[in-house]
C-alpha cells in the first residue's frame, strides 16, 4: 500500500484544515488506518484513527473534540478535519496504514504502512 497524504497549509489559530489520504491497492478498505504527527522536536504522536468500515474512531486526548476522521472506501481516502486548529497542533502530518489494531489500541506506532507526512503551520 502506498500513501499520499496532502492538504496541509498555513492557517490562523480557531481556523480549519482538511487533510487528505489517497491509498493505492485494492485492499484498502480492510485497513485501520491512522493519522499521527510530529512536530519540530517532539516524538511522533498518535492523532487519530478508523477501523476499516469506519464505524469505529479513536483520538488522542488532544484533538478530541476538535478533529474528525473519516474515511471514503471507494475513494481509497482517509480524511482529516481539523477545527479550531491551536499553535500547538503545528507538526507534520502522517497517514498510515494497518492490517488491525492490537489488543491494547490503535494508537501505537506499529503501523504497517506510512505516508511521506504533510505540514501543518497554525499562526497564533
Known amino acids: 500500500v502506498q500513501l499520499q497524504a496532502s492538504g496541509g497549509g498555513l492557517v490562523q489559530a480557531g481556523g480549519s484544515l482538511r487533510l487528505s489520504c489517497a491509498a493505492s491497492?485494492?485492499?484498502?478498505?480492510?485497513?485501520?488506518m491512522g493519522w499521527f504527527r510530529q512536530a519540530p522536536g517532539k516524538e511522533r504522536e498518535f492523532v487519530a484513527a478508523i477501523n476499516w468500515s469506519g464505524g469505529s474512531t479513536y483520538y488522542s486526548g488532544s484533538v478530541k473534540g476538535r478533529f474528525t476522521i473519516s474515511r471514503d472506501n471507494a475513494k481509497n481516502t482517509v480524511y482529516l478535519q481539523m477545527n479550531s486548529l491551536k499553535p500547538e497542533d503545528t507538526a507534520v502530518y502522517y497517514c498510515?496504514?494497518?492490517?488491525?489494531?492490537?489488543?491494547?489500541?490503535?494508537?501505537?506506532?506499529?503501523?504497517?504502512?506510512w505516508g511521506q507526512g504533510t505540514q501543518v503551520t497554525v499562526s497564533s
Open positions: 491497492g485494492r485492499t484498502f478498505s480492510s485497513y485501520v
Open positions: 498510515a496504514a494497518r492490517s488491525y489494531c492490537s489488543a491494547y489500541g490503535c494508537d501505537d506506532a506499529e503501523y504497517d504502512y
